[in-house]
Antibody, heavy 122, light 107 residues
Framework: QVQLQESGPGLVEPSETLSLTCTVS????????WRWIRQPPGKGLEWIGSTYHSGSTNYNSALKSRVTISVDRSKNQFSLKLRSMTAADTAIYYC????????????????WGRGTLVTVSS | DIQMTQSPSSLSASVGDRVTITCRASQSISNYLNWYHQKPGKAPNLLIY???SLQSGVPSRFSGSGSGTDFTLTISGLQPEDFGTYYC?????????FGQGTKLEIK
């Protein structure tokens, strides 16, 4: 059974860069396409960006200038970097696995990490 | 971006009740609509994909319907473990977007 686990700092100073890693265990990193999603405390879900088997990526336009998502297949990991952090970036960050089906090409997220709370503060 | 609007924002219901949550998209999204359930302190859990397909392992009391702009999640026979927040999500186009959530309380 494939599981995801986020790792990274819980506290980031303003203007610094957040680096998070998601480790895929119990299966292959090729089993899904990968996403980062965040949730400010007490609020809703926001898609940050996606990476695909092809190596392509796309990002939320609101964050695009600050975000990089990458994959390290040799380590069964994928990563998020978010630059120039501000208090507005304080959130629970989730890594998630996305897939679709032969009969429906819409992406759905059927794998989630437990989430990691990142607080931006000096 | 496609806006997803859920109603109601919150509701309270009793065990055994039939509960309906609605999600409306700001433009037609065909059946590119998924539903998730999130308990406090936990990650969301996929319930329904492609508007009406039940995710493996999800109890059959959950069902989804709709197409175009209007969608419904129904819980037939509410159970105590169904409390939490429910989110719809469109996958018709990038960026994928979520509804604001519907918080379900068990009376």
């Amino acid at each position: 059974q494939v599981q995801l686990q986020e790792s990274g700092p819980g506290l980031v100073e303003p203007s610094e860069t957040l680096s998070l890693t998601c480790t895929v265990s119990g299966g292959s990193i090729s089993s899904h396409h990968w996403r980062w999603i965040r949730q400010p405390p007490g609020k809703g879900l926001e898609w940050i960006g996606s990476t695909y088997h092809s190596g392509s990526t796309n990002y939320n336009s609101a964050l695009k200038s600050r975000v990089t998502i990458s994959v390290d297949r040799s380590k069964n990991q994928f990563s998020l970097k978010l630059r120039s952090m501000t208090a507005a970036d304080t959130a629970i960050y989730y890594c998630a696995g996305a897939r679709n089906t032969a009969s429906h090409d819409g992406w759905f997220f059927d794998l989630w990490g437990r989430g990691t709370l990142v607080t931006v503060s000096s | 971006d496609i806006q997803m609007t859920q109603s109601p924002s919150s509701l309270s219901a009793s065990v055994g009740d039939r509960v309906t949550i609605t999600c409306r998209a700001s433009q037609s999204i065909s059946n590119y609509l998924n539903w998730y359930h999130q308990k406090p302190g936990k990650a969301p859990n996929l319930l329904i994909y492609a508007a009406s397909s039940l995710q493996s392992g999800v109890p059959s009391r959950f069902s989804g319907s709709g197409s175009g702009t209007d969608f419904t999640l129904t819980i037939s026979g509410l159970q105590p473990e169904d409390f939490g927040t429910y989110y719809c999500q469109q996958s018709y186009t990038t960026p994928v977007t979520f509804g604001q959530g519907t918080k379900l309380e068990i009376k």
